[in-house]
């Protein structure tokens, strides 16, 4: 990667982490957020009164690891509180939880397949791979005015304000009670994503 920064003229980036990394390479970056479309794709808003409650998680078999975070949280909170947890994917990782759905992630069904979620996970491990990421999952869940709980790891601690548009979780004391405060009140998942 640093030989085709420095072959390039310019250099676009979607973090101010990989700009740092890109800088030392070549005297042009463009730092460009990962964005969804709002208008024709992502133009719907979650309902959080109407549907049975679910917490969820969307990504790719290379980061199924990361579920690895939430997945003892998912199980203790499913001790007393009635939701599936929903993994959409394109493998299934067959996670062992008392109530679980997996949808083979699809792009013509995605946004539907995303509006089954009322609380939607981002954990990271805090590694450099890490810190590259842009934020996709928080940004499609919050565009669809679903409240994401995510790692404060890389550009997750811009994009989501904690207590704001979602929450940011350190501990694993911290992802279970953040997700219990949201379990508990639909008017709370309703203001977050609006703010979302």
């Known amino acids: 990667v640093s030989k085709i920064c420095k072959m390039s003229y310019t250099v676009t980036v979607g973090n101010s982490f990989l700009a740092q990394f890109a800088y030392a390479y070549c005297t042009e970056v463009v730092v460009i957020p990962t964005v969804v479309d709002t208008e024709t794709k992502f133009s719907q808003m979650q309902e ?3 549907k049975p409650l679910s917490v969820g998680w969307t990504g790719t078999h290379s980061t199924l690891k990361y579920l690895d975070i939430v997945e ?26 008392k109530k679980y759905k997996f949808i083979k992630w699809n792009a013509e069904s995605e946004i539907q397949d995303l509006l089954n979620l009322q609380i939607g996970l981002m954990p990271l491990y805090d590694g450099n791979l890490e810190k590259g990421k842009c934020g996709f999952k928080a940004i499609q869940y919050m565009a669809l005015g679903i409240p994401a709980v995510v790692s404060p790891v890389g550009v997750n601690k811009v994009i989501v304000e904690d207590a704001i548009n979602g929450f940011v979780c350190t501990t694993e004391s911290e992802w279970e009670a953040k997700i219990k405060r949201l379990l508990i009140d639909s008017r709370l998942r309703e203001i977050m994503g609006e703010a979302a």
């Open 48 to 50: 959080h009164n109407s």
């Open 72 to 97: 003892p949280v998912i199980r203790k909170l499913q001790l007393d509180f009635d939701f599936t947890f929903i993994v959409i994917a394109d493998r299934d990782p067959q996670l062992d939880l």
